[in-house]
């Protein structure tokens, strides 16, 4: 059974950091990504990852400020997230890949976690 568990929310000041991870139990060598949706508005890509940490691709909004990472020996990824915004504030979700292959379009990720809330506070 395939389970996507995220966890390192939180609320935090403009400016500040956090880490989020999502463990993945009942799947290999997939490609990861992570999303996001604010209030009233739709989920939107935030970070992907290659099955081998070979390739990463980053929405524009958090390019240079967030940094998408994982250990496949603990069947982790992580998104640090630093210089963080009030407009990051969002349910972040992770999700696992269809495949080897990156992408940023929703469709190609089969499995998703509950979110965690991140609140910026200014």
């Known amino acids: 059974q395939v389970q996507l568990v995220e966890s390192g929310g939180g609320l935090v000041q403009a400016g500040g950091s956090l880490r989020l991870s999502c463990v993945a139990s009942g799947l290999t060598f997939r490609t990861m990504g992570w999303f996001r949706q604010a209030p009233g508005k739709e989920r939107e890509f935030v970070a992907t990852i290659t099955w081998n940490g070979g390739s990463t691709d980053y929405a524009d909004s958090v390019k240079g400020r967030f940094t998408i990472s994982r250990d496949n020996a603990k069947s982790t990824v992580y998104l640090q997230m630093n210089s963080l915004k009030p407009e990051d504030t969002a349910v972040y979700y992770c999700?696992?890949?269809?495949?080897?292959?990156?992408?940023?379009?929703?469709?190609?990720?089969?499995?998703w976690g509950q979110g965690t809330q991140v609140t910026v506070v200014s």
């Open positions: 999700a696992a890949g269809m495949g080897l292959l990156a992408s940023r379009r929703q469709g190609w990720y089969d499995y």
